[in-house]
Each structure stands twice: as structure tokens, then as C-alpha cells.
RNA sequence: GCGGGGGUGGCGGAAUGGCAGACGCGCUGGUCUCAGAAGCCAGUGUCGCAAGACAUGAGGGUUCAACUCCCUCCUCCCGCACCA
């Protein structure tokens, strides 16, 4: 017979809401432990991403309550975005109302997993309630020129019909329905990050408990490079070009200059010169070609002379001014000195163009080199030669003497070249916290006063999926008087990304009902930092570079006194079907709500728990889920049988598990964890178990597996929930054995096994060895040159 | 190209430099049963009747002892990238 799991799951889902057992409270004397897993998106079903994620975390929360912390576990929803407008368009409803009805039966489908949330706390990004501190936020940014709307190109999602943030521009695609992003001039609002850059950049050396691939990836996003910016003076002009690159170590060898075609000083220099016509059909040219297409790597990069010419500064050697598709504006200063014997693209570029070339750094081993024998780039390390006072020198060395040199010249400045862009944050959608600004035609731009907070969305938007924002056609709330002059004014119809949303929610659930402010200081003080975020890799970049951005900005404010919000991350691993990421274009989803129908929770949530380690992709295995559920019944049977005083010998069995269950839990280990208590199970399921050993079998494994232990805790007839129990904790001596079995080499391969007393010395050792049988026709006859003993574990005798 | 992480049975996966393959799935045999399912017991890396030999991507090295440390290489996944 199986064991009754819905009845049971049931029945601890609301008695635990009622007792509100998860309940945070703040009490400064108890050590907290804040546990948050990445709050989801409100489509309406949770997936097995959800499940994994969700579970994970909710081990590690009731594990810390069982040890005795104050754990705070909290859910809510980023509940705006375009899925909801989409939906309103299909279906005909409010963005509001089927966002909460989503959220409803979301919540439902959580409940049904019997996670430890505090749901008291529970938050959703689209209520005034929380958006309003988006708007706050949002002012408090533009009063210290955080901010700012500026006109520039930007990225375009056509399909979305708004625009995007860099972070979301993945391969050129949109990151959400992948279609081509287009490049748009627009004025747009835009948050300052780069302020913030060196910090966010220095402080993921404090982050020592992130994966490392997070960490560099932010570090690549952020993008420093030191270098140097040359000003190669133009002939017969007082300009110059600016130029950066981070190997001042070749500028001897840079025999021409290239300019971005959109470059704004190419139009200048060729102004009155007889290539000005073609030169200008280029750039038209190369204005229609996406960015895609320009940095493709196998296309042949194309450009033309300007017919003008520059100098170099190093050598006063006079070098042409080319334009090409390669080189880009947003990078640098949108100008490259190149230098074709030291640089892959401009080798190819200049043999294809009959371009000068100059050797001035030369291999060690293959001395000189020549033009002639190159058939690409060199591109490694070498001797300086035909670099004037630096000849001789390591091209490494060079590169730091060439720039210093250069800055004291004057031929140039060390620079610092970051990647990192500033942050668009407008989207012409609706579904969205509205940006809480007014133009008026005398002062201009106006903040929405404080007092006015929050602007509300109006509910009744009219929603046909034409383009535009269709907040512009709500005249109500467009027009407005202005807050300074009280003249007709329109309001800013744009709404926020909605990562400005999730960029700050974890400080709103340490206090998600204050009035007064985004979040309690006090309560933020005490919670704050975040000791363990779960979530998906996608995240690496975008919400997890925001929400550093948006704490280090709120440290400034002098809101909270800490710097980095997450002080641990796990990245969980995806789960997949046959090998393939589950997804409803594969059809290989399977929807979580039928295995818990069918086996219940606590099994699949074993499952997921079993099948890998939590940052490991995993795959679904539905023999894997029935081999879960047999575990569970195993242990009823134990339950069933109880002994009045189990065999004294299974006491070290329960230290042993009760260590290592413990160690592997902390640190999130939790399939070798499951291993251990399975492990235990099959020692004491033959002679049986008594009261004593098996509560505190189902205390280990109540993190696991919730409703099934409290059921049994219950039936032992414990009042209190088995979530307040204490962790049990193992006694060392317990562990020691008596005897252990040490294995024998002899050269390194195992001939033998001795039982022997654990406190057995090395001489009696010996002895006990040398006279075991067999080992005899191993060595006899042969003259032992070492016998090296490891103690409890091995001998190894060399011959 | 740069950065991060992998490669261990039929499968998911274990192993502070110390008995490779824990635990689970699957498979084989047995037991129970009128029969089946479930349960229970035993076995299960490869080759070999056995003794034993060989096995952690490949090849070297360090060591009494290497999945683990060092070197060379192959390969897969992820991120970034004509980044100047």
C-alpha cells in the first residue's frame, strides 16, 4: 500500500497557513536568515524551472529554522510586463485582470508545493502600492542627475514596438521574441550606471561565495580596458583624431588611420576634396547595413580612401585617413590607428587595399622579421624594433614607457575605455509603472512632486495592438497642469522597464507595508543582506547588475549601510527532457501540477532534489520520480514497525547520517545529502527502527520532504511542528568505530583487507599484515623497501 | 580569439592525494503469489571459468599511492567579441 499523500499534503498546507509557521517576525536578539529565490514572471502556470528553484531554496529556509535562525521567506511577482499586454490583445481583457488571475492561480500552484513562504509579505510590482516606489526611486535618481533623457540611437524591438536596453539586446535579437533589433534616433530616459561603474566593477572581488561565471561575466559586460588615446594631428589642419587603443606598444608600426564611416570628422575633411562624392556614397552605404552585418566575420570588410591625411605623432610620418564598415563609433572614440603587421583585421584590410606595413615588434626566436614573411598578423609578444627610442625593449614593457612617454609628450592621454553603457530604461508600452514626469511648454521638463505619488496607471487604457503607446491616447491621463506653473502640460507616457521593478523588491520584503518609504530602514538594517539569492543564469547579467546598481545608489542615499545586496548566489541548473531544454515548442513539457496529482509533492520535489546537484542541468526522468516515491513508502513501512528498543549498533549508523546529512545540506549538496539518508534507511529498515532513531530520521529529512515528516511527527505524538524542532546534532565519539577495515597494497594495488582496532599501532599493524596468508605469495620471497601506513584507511607495502 | 565550466558504468550521478563507481534508475536471478503488480533477498564497470588483468577524454610527469596535483593535447557546453 502506498502512503495517502494527498490527504496528507492537504491537510499540512493549511494547518501550516493557519499556525502561520513561516511566519518573519523582526526580533533583533535572533540571528536572521534571509533566503530569496528570484520572484517569477505571473504567466499563470509554474513550470519545473519553477519547481527546481523553488525547492532548493525552501530546503535551505527550513533547514536554518531547524538550527534555529529566524529565517525570512518570502514570494511575490514581477508582474508587469508585455506578456500581459499580449494576452489583452488575444483575449480581449484588462493587462490587470489577467495578470491577477494569473497570480491567483500561480499562488495556487505554489501553495500545492507546500513551500515555507511568508505570504503575509507577498508583493506584485503592478500594484500603486509598490510601483509608486519605483516613481520615488525613479525622482530621487533624476534630483542627483541619475536620470536623464537624452536623444541618441537606440536599440528597437519592431515586433515589441519599443525600445530596449543593451542588456536585453542578445545576438542582435530581442532577447524576449527574437526578432531583428533595429537601431532608432529617439530621446529617451536613461539611467546613470556608469556612475557607478568602477564600484560595481571592485565590489565583485567582495563577492567571493558567486559562481565565478557570474563574476565574469559582469566583469566583461562592465568592460574596462586601460590603454591610451593618441591624437594623430591632421596635415594642413590644427585637428586631430582621437584614437584609442590598448597596445601603445605598435603605434610605431600604425601606417594608416581608419574612421567609423558615421565618424562626424569625416564629412569635414572631405569637404571640397575631389573623392567627397564617392566617400559620402559609402557612408550611405554602410548607414543601411545593420551592425550584424558589419561585424560578421567572414564578410570582406570594405571602406575607401578619404583622400585626406593625418600624422603620426611618434615618427611625424605622414599616413592616409581611410573610412571602413569595420570600425564602429559606439567603440572607443569611433577612430583606429591601424597597424596591419601587429593586427589580424588590419593585415587583411591592408593587403587587400596594397596598404604600407611596418615590423616593429619581433618574435624572440625569429629574428628579424619581415614584412615579406608575414602571411598573417603577429600578434604575440616579441622585441621592439624600428620604435625610435624603445628599440630593444619587451614589447610588455614598451607598451607602459610608450604611454608614459606619449602623455608626457603630450602626443596622447592613458586612458580608461569602459563597455558598459548607460541604461535605457523607456518602453513605449503600457504594462508598465509610469515614469513620473510632465512637459510644459515654459519650465520644461517637471518632476512629478512627491506628493503627488503615485501616478497610476489608468486601468482603462484602450488596447487595439496598433503601435504606440496607449497611454498617449488616455487624454485624462495625459493632460495635466503643470506642478510649477500650473499651466496646460502633457505627462510623460513612456513606462519603465520592467527590471527597474525587480531591481529593488528585496528591500520591499523586508517591510512590504510601509507607507512612508520604499522600505523600512530598521527592518532592511536587520534583514538586508540577502544571505542566500536563487535563481536562473539568465539573470547573470541584467537584474543581478541592476539590483547592485540600484543598493549601492540606496547606500548613497544613506537608506542602508551595506553594498552589495546578494551575499550568496546559486545559479540552479535547468531541467530537461531527453537532453533538450523544456519548452512548449519542443513539446516536451511536463507540467509539474500532474506529478503532483500523481505522486504528490513530496516526491517530486525529492526527486529534483536527487537526480543533481542544484547547479547542474538536470534531466527529467520519470523512473527517476517513481524510484522517489518508493523511498517515501519505504520509510512509512519503517513507521509501521516500530520497535520498543532498536538494535544499540544503529546509534552510530544515526551520528553518522545525522553528519553528513547536516554538512551536505549547509552546503547545498543536497543529492549526496538525500544519498546519506538513504543510505541510512537501508541499514536500519532490516532490524527495524524505535521511536528514538526514527525521529530523528524524519527531522533529517523534513527539509526534503515537508508534509510527509510532519504527518509522521505528528503520529509520534508531537504537538508542535517538526519545523520547530531543533536539528539534531552528532556526537563525535559516537562516530568512532571500534574496528575498521584497512585495505592492503602491496605496489599500489589492494591485495587484502584487515579488520583490525581502530587504536591499533603501526608496529602491531605490521605485524598482523605480515602474517596474513594472503598476501604471502605477493611477497615472499621479495625485500620490502617501504611500508607506509596511513592510519584507519591503508597499508601499502613496496617491493 | 578572450573568459567561465565540463568529459567517470547502459543512464542520473559519488569520491579532504589513500580500496574508483556511494546513492538511485535500469537490468539479471531468486522469494512471495493461482497469476501479475508491489514488497523482500542476491547480483550487476570491462575482459576472463578462475587466478587475475584492464578501466575516470588522449598522452606525458610528480608520488609509496592520482578522477583528484603539474605539463601537452583533444572535445563538449556557456558567456563575450572585427573591443581597436
Partial sequence: MNYSFKEIEEKWQKLWEEGQVFKAVFDAAKPKYYLLEMFPYPSGKIHMGHVRNYTIGDVAARYRMMRGFNVLHPMGFDAFGQPAENAAIKNKTKPDTWTHQCIESMETELKKMGFSYDWAREVSTCDSDYYRWNQWIFLKMFERGLAYKKASNVNWCPSCETTLANEEVVDGECWRCHSKVEQKDLEQWFLKITEYKERLLEDLFLLNDWPERVRAMQTNWIGKSQGVEIYFPLKDSDKVIPVFTTRADTIFGATYVVLAPEHPLVKEIIK???????????????????????????????????????????????????????????????????????????????????????????????????VEQLTEAYESDGIQVNSGLFNGLPNQEAKFKI?????????????????????????????????????????????????????ELPKDAPFTGEGGSPLSKVSEFVNVTCPKCSAPARRETDTMATFFDSSWYFLRFCSPKCNEMPFDAKEAKYWMPVDQYIGGIEHAILHLLYSRFFTKFFQDLGLICFNEPFKRLLTQGMVLKDGEVMSKSRGNIVDPDSMIQKYGADTLRLFILFAAPPETELEWDDRGLEGAFKFLNRIWRIQENLKEKADPALTRALHKAIKRVSEDVES???????????????????????????????????????????????????????????????????????????????????????EVPVDIGDDALKDLVLADEKLKPWIEGHAIKNFIVVPRKIVNIVI
Wanted: glycine letters at 6%; hydrophobic letters at 40%.
Fill in 403 to 455: 604611454a608614459q612617454w606619449m602623455e608626457e609628450e603630450k602626443m596622447g592621454s592613458i586612458k580608461v575605455h569602459w563597455r558598459l553603457r548607460d541604461w535605457l530604461i523607456s518602453r513605449q508600452r503600457y504594462w508598465g509603472t509610469p515614469i513620473p514626469m510632465i512637459y510644459c511648454k515654459k519650465c520644461g521638463i517637471v518632476p512629478v512632486p512627491y506628493k503627488d505619488l503615485p501616478v
Fill in 668 to 754: 547545498f549538496k543536497f543529492n549526496t545529502a538525500i544519498a546519506g539518508l538513504m543510505e541510512f534507511v537501508n541499514t536500519i529498515y532490516q532490524s527495524g527502527a524505535d521511536k528514538e532513531i526514527f525521529s530523528k530520521l524524519i527531522i533529517l529529512a523534513a527539509p526534503f520532504i515537508p508534509h510527509f515528516a510532519e504527518e509522521l511527527w505528528q503520529s509520534m505524538g508531537n504537538k508542535e511542528s517538526i519545523f520547530k524542532a531543533s536539528w539534531p546534532s552528532y556526537d563525535p565519539q559516537m562516530l568512532v568505530e571500534e574496528n575498521v577495515t584497512v585495505a592492503v597494497q602491496v605496489n599500489g594495488k589492494v591485495r587484502s583487507k584487515l
Fill in 272 to 370: 571640397g576634396n575631389p573623392l567627397e562624392k564617392t566617400v559620402l556614397a559609402f557612408i550611405e552605404k554602410v548607414a543601411k547595413e545593420s551592425k550584424d552585418v558589419r561585424t560578421k566575420e567572414d564578410v570582406k570588410k570594405e571602406g575607401m580612401f578619404t583622400g585626406c591625411s593625418c600624422i603620426n605623432p611618434v615618427n611625424n610620418e605622414v599616413i592616409p585617413i581611410w573610412i571602413a564598415d569595420y570600425v564602429l563609433m559606439e567603440y572607443g572614440t569611433g577612430a583606429i590607428m591601424a597597424v596591419p603587421t601587429h593586427d589580424q583585421r588590419d593585415f587583411l584590410f591592408a593587403k587587400e587595399h596594397r596598404l604600407p606595413m611596418r615590423v616593429v615588434i619581433e618574435p624572440l626566436g625569429h629574428r628579424p622579421l619581415t
